[in-house]
């Protein structure tokens, strides 16, 4: 059964770093699309950034331009978000989800998500 598994979650003070991790199991990342997205207490899930196959164009959404990063290391079969000065209301369950066609396409495989905690 194919797998995304997130890693890195966890609890930072306001300001401070993160950096998460999504790898692939039973599958090759490298054909994919890779977005990460997030779910708050309460909140509808939102989309965070996406990466293409090659790693060649990414996106972000607007409220975290400048601070978070998407990277991938295909030699790894793994996708990466660094998330810099993390802000509380940024506290959430991060997923990250891979497609075949792009990030415009449907992100079909879901991991289970890591929770990451903004508070002092």
């Known amino acids: 059964q194919v797998q995304l598994v997130e890693s890195g979650g966890g609890l930072v003070q306001p300001g401070g770093s993160l950096r998460l991790s999504c790898a692939a199991s039973?599958?090759?990342?490298?054909?994919?699309?890779v977005g990460w997205f997030r779910q708050a207490p309460g909140k509808e899930r939102e989309g965070i950034s996406c990466?293409?196959?090659?790693?060649?164009?990414?996106d972000y959404g607007d409220f975290v331009k400048g601070r978070f990063t998407i990277s991938r290391d295909n030699a790894k079969n793994t996708v990466y978000l660094q998330m810099n000065s993390l802000k509380p209301e940024e506290t959430a369950i991060y997923y990250c989800a891979a497609g075949p066609n792009g990030c415009r396409g449907d992100l079909r495989t879901w991991g289970k998500g890591t929770k990451v905690t903004v508070s002092s």
């Open positions: 039973r599958f090759t990342l490298e054909h994919y699309a």
């Open positions: 990466i293409s196959a090659s790693g060649g164009s990414t």
